[in-house]
């Protein structure tokens, strides 16, 4: 009787633990057996051949003239109303959707075709060991990723956008780390502690404007445009991407709170750091990566272009008075 019991449990646990993963999509860092190679078994869209994230490859960049600068509208007011702070067990979320349409934070112009709504904001990062973007440039992965996912505002419902290719609209930017704190992420990073298990949620004390999130407005007009899709599945190929060339500064110890302070959700007892959340390039296939009208376009931007002849002219100066002469 005894040992049946035990039979049993030893049959049910494996049924059990694979119910909670089973078609449910994660991170290598969770599961390699759910992560992204595996995301087109349980969504053929992710196996599509639009599918972000992609390298930006700037020796490949199609510059287009038409790109100019965004249109950023209520990015500079700190709306009414609460905005929530989740960790939904892939990311940490800042959901800013408002019910009201005077409200809206939207993005226009700078080659979109039409007038986006702000939904919600998140991050991909890396952990102690690498860095966690999910677009990486010239083959390099950055520290960490922040997107704003946007809503063409001719659709009144996430599904209905779904059914769009001009759907969607995610600005990226990419983090460069700093000795010094970004204070102006200061309530973000302090209300990681509230949400560190997943499905916890937390009102922000206030909301703020959302432009102190993002670099210098002079540094806005450089950016790098390319059609894709959602970075986690459903993988929905109807998102246009502008990933921002200028990267936000942020303190090594606040970068530090996302890789520390957040978890995966629970599998059983053990507490598992969320950490390298982030989707690798997916081919760009016959896709362009175009470039904005200000975007240093070709390459290093100058001064790093010079450092790269510097170099060898110095390592040249260095290595010619020990060479040996016949
Ligand atoms: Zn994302």
């Known amino acids: ?70 249109l950023f509208e209520r990015y500079d007011q700190a709306p009414p109303g609460k905005w929530r702070l989740a960790n939904d067990g892939h990311t ?4 800013l959707a408002s019910e009201l349409a005077s409200e809206h934070i939207t993005i226009s112009s700078g080659g979109l075709p039409g007038r986006y709504r702000a939904l919600q904001l998140h991050f991909h990062w890396g952990s102690p060991a690498g860095n966690g973007s999910e677009h990486t440039l010239d083959g390099h992965q950055l520290p960490m990723e922040l997107h704003i996912v946007h809503m063409n505002v001719k659709y009144q419902t996430l ?53 102190t ?49 957040l978890h995966f959700p629970a599998d059983g007892p053990r507490l598992l750091k969320m950490t390298n959340n982030f989707r690798p390039p997916q081919p760009l296939g016959g896709r362009k990566v175009f470039a904005s009208r200000a975007a240093t376009a070709s390459g290093a931007p100058p001064g790093r272009g010079r450092c790269h002849l510097l170099f060898p002219l110095l390592l040249l100066a260095l290595l010619v008075p020990f060479s040996p002469h016949p």
Not at 92 to 95: A, G, I, K, P, T
């Open 159 to 211: 599904a209905e956008a779904k059914g769009h290719p001009n759907g969607l609209a995610v600005l990226g930017f990419f983090f460069q780390v700093s000795e010094t704190p970004n204070t102006n992420y200061n309530t973000i990073v302090g209300g990681l502690r509230n949400v560190s298990s997943a499905g916890q949620s937390v009102d922000l004390a206030s909301t703020f404007r959302l432009d």
């Open 213 to 261: 999130l993002l670099p210098p407005p002079s540094r806005l007009s450089g950016y790098y445009r390319y059609q894709g899709s959602l970075t986690t599945p459903d993988c929905s190929e109807v998102v246009i991407w502008t990933v921002f060339e200028e990267p936000v500064a942020i303190g090594r110890e606040q970068l530090r709170a996302f890789v520390s302070t």
């Open 1 to 70: 009787m005894g040992t049946q019991g035990l039979g049993i449990t030893f049959l049910t646990l494996p049924l059990v633990v694979r119910a909670a993963t089973g078609g449910q999509w994660c991170y290598d860092s969770q599961d390699p057996k759910c992560g992204p190679s595996h995301w087109k078994e349980l969504k053929a869209t992710c196996g599509g051949d639009k599918q972000s994230p992609v390298n930006i490859d700037r020796r490949r960049l199609q510059r287009d003239s038409a790109l100019g600068d965004i």
């Open 92 to 95: 940490v979320m800042l959901s």
